[in-house]
């Protein structure tokens, strides 16, 4: 059974927003695309850099160094240079806390 950490108020990531969190010593993103929270590993496969400060379009983060595409649903690659998916976690609210499976 998943432990989940508490790692924000839901409310303070707002609807398109895209922030990363230090879970036990990984770093995880989290996006909220239309009020759902989606959580993966915030390093992209290909070179290492952090999802978190790349675009969100819908269910796509984009990478910010090379463009890479991943589905924040699955963390499935859409377009590379990358190759590789990013692990996905677990969400939850709970009275009004946002967690993250660890």
């Known amino acids: 059974m998943a432990e989940f950490v508490s790692i924000s ?9 895209i922030r ?11 996006a909220n695309v239309d009020g759902t929270f989606y959580a993966f ?3 992209c496969t ?10 969100l379009e819908e269910t796509t983060v ?9 589905d924040v649903t699955s963390g499935a690659v859409l377009q ?7 692990e996905t976690y677990e969400t939850r609210v709970e ?7 660890s």
């Open 9 to 17: 108020r839901a409310e303070d990531l707002g609807e398109g927003d």
């Open 80 to 86: 590379g240079p990358a190759r590789e998916p990013v």
């Open 46 to 55: 290909h070179m290492g850099c952090s999802l978190a400060g790349g675009d």
């Open 95 to 101: 009275g009004g806390s946002l967690e993250v499976s």
């Open 41 to 43: 590993d915030d390093t």
């Open 20 to 30: 990363a969190f230090d879970v036990r010593g990984t770093k995880i993103a989290v």
């Open 62 to 70: 984009i990478c910010p160094c090379h463009g890479s595409e991943f």
